[in-house]
């Protein structure tokens, strides 16, 4: 194979065979593995077969694009057996691509391996199966012989296309939003003109910690104030109804159905007819940025019981925004989420923030400790926050170029699949 990357088309088998999978798989080569990082490197090297027009003299990459987790399940014995023919003579590797999230539950795998592969290793040579999932834990608690490959999907991708930008003027048009993004660097920073705690964006709600954090804002009256976004997206009679009493203080619970009665707030996609169908990688305005002291960045995972408890650590294009934007931030997600990105070589802000809610198991015991920091946040002075600002710029630029350093490197995703079949 080389350099190559020799791929079956599994649209047949896969996308286009019904409705269901539709929900479940997208079109090969169009999700989150074929990344820009990926084509860049792969440029004029990639190559996309039909299964039923095959060389007998290469190997190949059988690619399962996922949507949801569900899609692995089924997807494992919907394969078709020309492709495992060509798995057990070692000439296929499958990859189930679900790189975009988070959710996907190792320890309930490898249970659902035992009762439903075990019994067909002699007939299927799962080791040349692969995973990708951008749940840091999961390669350390696989315990199965299908190969989990830790993919760092928004950080490689929105590093190589933030260094894409440098060399464009620091520019990027954004069509769907009434300003465009401007890579800046520490130079631009006006500490003077800061005078709003918080930036927060909340698009898709539906997420308990989402809902908590909007209950405290509520509670505080910090809408007009604060440049913060409530779009309501995945808001259902369902959820509506429900106050998230396992991640929200009691104090804040008479603040929920005000909540949900409240209409969305805005503050960028006031031009936008479909809120929930744009690109939120590079959407935000600088002037949100310059304007306030901190980022409230509210991850995807926060309280993931259904995952694997307390080793479930996510980070999407949420927590890069901050980092590409010169911003402090304090980080509601999952335990040790911090330390994680510490070992990626980034800086927090421990001390001015207390950060050991990053510690706390026990998910309302964290929210009460992070909804404490703000409360301190928003009691400084203006003098303390900007003297603070002063004293963390080297820190915001080491964030920024750590960040942008990862874009001009080759990544272990690359490296995989250039040594896939040796």
Not at 111 to 125: D, F, P, Q
């Amino acid at each position: 194979m080389g350099n190559f990357l020799n791929i079956i088309n599994s649209d047949k088998h896969f996308y286009d065979s019904n409705e269901f999978s539709n929900h479940n798989y997208m079109k090969c080569l169009e999700g989150a593995f074929y990344s820009s990082e990926l084509k860049n490197h792969f440029e004029g090297r990639v190559k996309l077969f039909d299964i039923d027009n095959l060389d007998d003299t290469l190997k190949y990459i059988y690619l399962i694009e996922c949507r949801t987790q569900d899609g692995i399940y089924s997807g494992f014995f919907r394969i078709p057996q020309k492709v495992l023919d060509l798995v057990n003579q070692d000439r296929c590797k499958v990859i189930f691509s679900y790189e975009a999230e988070g959710d996907f539950n190792v320890n309930y795998f490898n249970g659902w391996y035992y009762l439903t592969c075990k019994g067909r290793e002699e007939e299927i040579k799962f080791s040349n199966f692969y995973i990708f999932h951008c749940e840091l834990n999961c390669e350390k608690n696989n315990e199965t012989p299908v190969n989990f490959f830790v993919s760092t999907h928004h950080f490689d991708n929105l590093s190589f296309e933030v260094n894409k930008i440098a060399s464009n003027n620091g520019h990027r048009e954004l069509d769907k939003f009434d300003y465009d993004f401007y890579l800046k660097n520490i130079k631009d920073i006006d500490i003077d003109s800061k005078s709003k705690h918080f930036l927060c964006y909340l698009r898709n709600c539906g997420r308990d910690h989402r809902r908590a954090l909007a209950c405290y804002f509520q509670h505080h009256k910090l809408w007009e104030n604060n440049n913060i976004s409530f779009l309501k997206f995945s808001y259902t009679p369902k959820l509506e109804s429900k106050i998230p009493t396992s991640v929200l203080p009691k104090k804040y619970w008479n603040n929920y159905e005000e909540t949900v009665n409240l209409p969305i707030v805005e503050i960028d996609t006031q031009n936008i007819d479909n809120k929930d169908g744009f690109d939120t990688s590079f959407s935000g305005n600088w002037k949100h940025y310059q304007e306030t002291y901190l980022s409230v960045v509210s991850e995807t995972m926060y309280s993931p019981e259904n995952i694997t408890p307390f080793e479930c650590n996510f980070f999407s294009e949420k927590i890069c925004k901050p980092l590409i934007n010169l911003h402090p931030f304090i980080l509601m997600s999952t335990p040790y989420s911090l330390q994680k990105l510490r070992k990626f070589g980034f800086k927090t802000f421990d001390g001015f923030i207390d950060e050991s809610y990053d510690k706390e198991k026990d998910h309302l015991k964290r929210t009460e400790m992070i909804f404490d920091e703000l409360d301190k946040f928003r009691n400084k002075s203006d003098k303390e926050l900007k003297d603070w600002w002063k004293e963390i710029l080297p820190i915001l630029e080491h964030n920024q170029k750590t960040f942008m350093s990862m874009g001009n490197r080759k990544t272990n995703k690359i490296k995989l699949l250039e040594n896939i079949y040796d």
